[in-house]
């Protein structure tokens, strides 16, 4: 059973391979119940494999995943069900469904997994969608209708549908100006606050990382090679870590958090 002080996320030895290429080859990562964890690294890495493998949508050929204390592998349908409730995934650029308003997008995880009255489901949907900081005329509207940043707080709001544990994040604030992606930034550090949230944030944002971030996993030669907090980062001795968080781009995001924070 798991305690208190268990990592939410287990992940060992995990190896995933697509035909004769290896992404993945004995990677291990704990993430600690209530923080942001930023995963990075460079392109090919796996990033968001990772995370498919640790929700149970990708089959790894090796290793263990344990969520809550228990195997996302070695379940019964049953028992990944009750498990899935526990989470919530927000894929690339919202991943909406694009015949579906934004209300019945928000619904759908509660039409797969509760039983509802419409009205309640209505309701519920509708506290969602303000909670990620949409107007109530965004409920009635397709995600072509949308904004990319509208479509990704619609696909937050998908996430927290079922009121997760765990929210998986997948490159939230790519594609968004400057300004979209600092607030979706505060939005995800006010809703991990304010929920209890454990969050799982695939990205590439240095704003990011130095923002919301508590601590960083590094994705390089097919392993997690460091994690730690972003000053922890800054010393590690590799040459795609140094560029990355040494690097002008990073210079130019640490530059920003110390402005933000002389306010």
């Not at 991943?95 to 509660?110: G, H, I």
């Amino acid at each position: 059973m798991e305690t208190q002080d268990d990592p939410i996320i287990r992940v060992r030895g995990l190896v995933t391979r697509f035909g004769t290429h290896t992404v993945h080859d004995g990677l291990d990562l704990d993430v600690k119940r209530g923080e942001i964890i930023g995963v990075v690294g460079g392109s090919g890495t796996g990033k968001s494999v990772l995370l498919r493998a640790i929700v149970g949508l990708l089959v790894p050929q090796a290793g263990q995943i344990e969520v809550f204390g228990d195997s996302v592998r070695v379940t019964s349908e049953a028992e990944y069900r009750a498990l899935r409730r526990r989470w919530g995934v927000m894929f690339q650029d919202g991943a909406l469904f694009s015949s579906l308003t934004v209300r019945q997008n928000v619904e759908a995880p509660m039409r797969e997994q509760l039983e509802l009255s419409d009205d309640l489901r209505e309701t519920l949907a509708g506290i969602k969608v303000r909670m990620v900081g949409l107007p109530e005329n965004a409920m009635s509207k397709y995600p072509s209708e949308l904004s990319g940043g509208m479509r990704k707080r619609a696909g937050f709001a998908r996430a927290i549908a079922l009121d997760p544990e765990i929210v998986f994040l997948d490159e939230p604030t790519a594609g968004l100006d400057p300004i979209g992606a600092a607030a979706f930034d505060i939005l995800i550090k006010q809703l991990q606050a304010s929920l209890g949230l454990t969050v799982f944030l695939v990205t590439h944002d240095l704003d990011s990382l130095h923002a919301i971030c508590d601590r960083i996993a590094v994705l390089a030669d097919q392993k997690v090679l460091a994690v730690g907090t972003m000053d922890e980062m800054l010393e590690v001795d590799h040459p795609w870590v140094h560029e990355y968080f040494h690097g002008p781009r990073a210079r130019a995001a640490l530059s920003s958090v110390s402005k933000s924070g002389a306010h």
